[in-house]
């Protein structure tokens, strides 16, 4: 998303309870609780620039369940959430785009694996986010990694950083899951609505990719 829109959780029909916002364009760390009850908590820029920004809004049913959370940059923030019998560790990331040089998208997922080095080792992890990553639909090559139903049939350079590290860390790419037309598979349209991507994901502990269900 670009920008928060703190009435957009607000709209009815949504039941929204958590949701990973990326491009807050809101500078420095805080929290707001907005007129719902919900809580926002965004992670921006500490030079005061709007730009880049990555956020989590929890819903006033679950937010008493946060634990702690870590604003670790402009592009990853890192939160704890209690519930009834494991603990969730989520992660919203906003990655550099692909045009990105390789110094800089080295430098984003040596940050990455520190933050999730940092992550309590039995809690369920849940990584969100706009990766600017294509994913290929070559399961067989990363087998817990992903499924068969990616849009895309080959990798970008963003895509494979992010696969490698799912690699390492157990995680699962669950939009490559689900069998959906394709039209229903891209998270990013072009302003002249010819190219379609699908490069915003949710990855989930490998072990744990059962309880993601499609929302289609």
Not at 13 to 28: A, K, M, Q, S, V
Not at 45 to 68: A, E, F, M
Not at 74 to 80: K, N, T, V
Not at 205 to 211: E, F, G, H, M, V
């Amino acid at each position: 998303s670009s920008g928060i829109n703190a009435e957009w959780p607000l709209r009815p029909g949504y039941g929204i309870d958590i949701l990973g916002i990326t491009e807050t364009h809101r500078p420095f760390s805080d929290e707001i609780v907005l007129d719902n009850g919900g809580l926002l908590i965004n992670s921006g820029r500490t030079d005061g620039i709007r730009r880049q920004g990555v956020g989590l809004y929890l819903s006033k049913k679950i937010k008493n369940s946060l634990i702690s959370y870590v604003p670790v940059s402009e592009r990853l923030l890192s939160i704890r959430l209690h519930s009834k019998h494991i603990n969730i560790s989520v992660v919203v990331a906003y990655a550099p785009t692909e045009d990105a040089d390789d110094k800089e998208k080295a430098d984003y997922y040596q940050q990455l694996n520190s933050v999730f080095i940092e992550l309590p080792k039995h809690d369920i992890k849940l990584l969100c986010g706009d990766f600017n990553a294509r994913i290929t639909s070559d399961n067989q090559l990363w087998p817990g990694v992903l499924g068969s139903q990616s849009l895309h049939t080959l990798s970008n350079d963003n895509g494979k950083r992010l696969l490698d590290f799912c690699a390492l860390h157990r995680m699962t790419i669950g939009g490559t899951l689900f069998q959906h037309r394709d039209i229903h598979k891209g998270t990013w349209k072009s302003p002249d609505g010819r190219t379609v991507t699908q490069i915003d994901h949710v990855c989930i502990s490998t072990d744990c990719d059962s309880a993601l269900i499609p929302l289609l």
